[in-house]
């Protein structure tokens, strides 16, 4: 993506709201390398064994927003946070697949960023942190948000503060809160 302006990518993705298919052709491109390396962060967090592939979530991704194209999307962070939005949908959807295989045995884990110490080995369990990130999207949707957009949309503090309207410093006092907060959620189930 930053061989292309941001400015161009938002006018990609508005003319692609719009139904310009050129637009569309020009932007998927830049789109499938940034959602590749958004998920490939996300990815390396993960067990080692994890069964989901960097490519299958991309690709899912991909054509779940590909079916999006009547969202009027506002700009580039919009389309982004969308997109985190979306793989978390999957990894939930995913993981939810493997524990009903498994009979409600071995739920899926995924490792948190250093910044996120959510139990003493850095491992928490998917679904019950979508569990708790719902839990605080009723509490605080804005810390919500950016847990998700950090997390799994892989958004700088300064990308999500000009997504949200809001300072960088506001979007790192909200994650130092919604850290704690998710940590205490977890480490009590």
Known sequence: M?????????????????????????????VYSELRRLA?????????DHTLQTTALVNEAYMRLIDSSQVRWQD???FFAMSARLMRRILVD??????????????QKVTFDEELPVSDS???DLLAL????????????????????KY??????????EYLEISPRTVRRDWSVARAWLYREIAGE
């Not at 979508?130 to 957009?149: G, H, K, N, P, W």
């Open 2 to 30: 930053e061989s292309e302006p941001q400015e161009e990518i938002t006018q990609l993705l508005l003319a692609w709201g719009k139904g310009d298919q050129e637009a569309f052709d020009r932007l998927m491109p830049f």
């Open 40 to 48: 490939h962060a996300y990815m390396r967090r993960q067990r080692s």
């Open 76 to 78: 580039r962070n919009h």
């Open 94 to 107: 995913f993981a939810r697949a493997k524990n009903a295989q498994k009979r409600g045995g071995g739920d």
């Open 122 to 124: 850095k491992q928490a």
């Open 130 to 149: 979508d569990e708790a990130l719902t839990r605080l999207a009723e509490l605080d949707e804005r810390q919500s948000r950016i847990v998700e957009l």
């Open 152 to 161: 799994f949309g892989g958004l700088t503090e300064e990308e999500i503060a």
